[in-house]
């Protein structure tokens, strides 16, 4: 419930032309609705979906018979499609400039550096958190954060809640460069590694296990103001924070919501989530193509009809793309989306 959630909402964010480029007759309806949902609840899901991943990383790693079995499951699982869908929207960026004259917003970025090697190879591959698909950057950063769990695994049983405190602190100190570019990634992701391990099932335990955390959280926190170096450190511990009360509400509404009828019936789409996640952006740069060629590339009042609908669209023709790549073809299944997946039975 959660993991569809975050990822549909996170669509919200990276609605075409984004919220920088908006001029015209744009509502204050609108740039209210865009905060709620992308600048709240959208931004919001990275930190969500990186507790998720920590905490559903043993029942992964437990299937694997070594750590090069891990590597290469993690490796086919993010690495593989992330590599496919930047191909696919350099491709598209292109086509859509050859054919009709007009620039992508990921065209210019290509145009705007020199075509060197290493420059393509990042945008492709993320290495320096540079995806020519911004979303896919996640991937980079839990794909080794995936690969680094028996580590993280080891770390966090020998120290319990002291660990969150210690890889709190040195997110907000130091970071994790060049391994983890994004730092809160990793933080969550222990996060969720430490509730795995130590969540008991009662209700009366998971509150304890949570203020735990609290206060290894706050701990970090309040050494680290003496230790932050430069004013972006700090930016990122109230970032930090603000993602931490996101995810938290994440979790409690889809605890909520999945107890009712209309939250599992949403559940059973989740095997379209990951799919949504890699073509999200793809699919809005084509939409946001079809609507300037019948409605102009001026933003007016009506622009809030894009908005608001893009996403829904986005998700029917992943539905749609998805049931339609034949399960006779693994292959091009395990490039698109990872590996052979099975749509579900709504």
């Given at each position: 419930?959660?993991?569809?959630?975050?990822?549909?909402?996170?669509?919200?964010?990276?609605?075409?032309?984004?919220?920088?480029?908006?001029?015209?007759?744009i509502s204050r309806a609108l740039e209210l609705v865009n905060y709620v949902l992308a600048d709240i609840l959208g931004r919001g899901s990275v930190p969500a979906l990186s507790l998720i991943s920590g905490y559903l990383a043993w029942n992964?790693?437990?299937?694997?018979?070594?750590?090069?079995?891990?590597?290469?499951?993690?490796?086919?699982?993010l690495i593989l499609p992330m590599l496919t869908w930047n191909v696919l929207i350099i491709l598209l960026s292109l086509v859509i400039f050859l054919i009709a004259s007009r620039e992508t917003s990921q065209f210019r970025t290509l145009t705007e550096n020199s075509f060197s090697l290493s420059n393509i190879f990042n945008y492709i591959f993320a290495l320096q958190y540079g995806s020519l698909t911004e979303p896919l950057?996640?991937?980079?950063?839990?794909?080794?954060?995936?690969?680094?769990?028996?580590?993280?695994?080891?770390?966090?049983?020998?120290?319990?809640?002291?660990s969150i405190f210690l890889i709190w602190l040195l997110g907000f100190t130091y970071g994790f460069e060049p391994l983890i570019l994004?730092?809160?990634?990793?933080?969550?992701?222990?996060?969720?590694?430490?509730?795995?391990?130590?969540?008991p099932a009662t209700f009366k335990g998971k509150i304890i296990s949570f203020i735990k955390i609290g206060i290894a959280v706050v701990g970090a926190l309040?050494?680290?103001?003496?230790?932050i170096n430069g004013m972006y450190r700090e930016v990122m511990v109230k970032?930090?924070?603000?993602?931490?009360?996101?995810?938290?509400?994440?979790?409690?509404?889809?605890?909520?919501?999945?107890?009712?009828?209309?939250?599992?019936?949403?559940c059973r789409f989740d095997v379209y989530c990951f799919p949504l996640f890699l073509t999200h952006s793809f699919m809005m740069t084509i939409f946001w193509g079809a609507w300037?060629?019948?409605?102009?590339?001026?933003?007016?009042?009506?622009?809030i009809v894009f908005y608001l609908s893009a996403p829904?669209?986005?998700?029917?023709?992943?539905?749609?793309?998805?049931?339609?790549?034949?399960?006779?073809?693994?292959?091009?299944?395990?490039?698109?989306?990872?590996k052979k997946r099975k749509p579900c039975c709504e």
């Open positions: 419930m959660c993991r569809f959630l975050c990822i549909f909402l996170m669509t919200f964010v990276h609605i075409n032309p984004g919220k920088a480029s908006w001029t015209g007759d992964a790693y437990k299937r694997k018979t070594n750590w090069f079995s891990l590597f290469k499951s993690k490796f086919q699982a950057n996640f991937l980079r950063d839990i794909f080794v954060c995936s690969i680094l769990f028996p580590l993280i695994r080891i770390f966090v049983s020998t120290l319990n809640v002291f994004r730092p809160s990634i990793l933080m969550f992701f222990s996060i969720g590694v430490y509730l795995s391990l130590y969540a309040l050494i680290s103001k003496y230790l970032q930090t924070f603000f993602m931490l009360a996101c995810a938290v509400i994440f979790l409690i509404i889809s605890f909520y919501l999945a107890q009712t009828n209309i939250g599992k019936k949403i300037q060629l019948f409605f102009g590339k001026e933003l007016t009042e009506y622009y829904f669209f986005t998700f029917m023709t992943v539905v749609i793309l998805y049931k339609s790549i034949a399960p006779s073809t693994p292959l091009l299944q395990m490039f698109l989306w990872g």
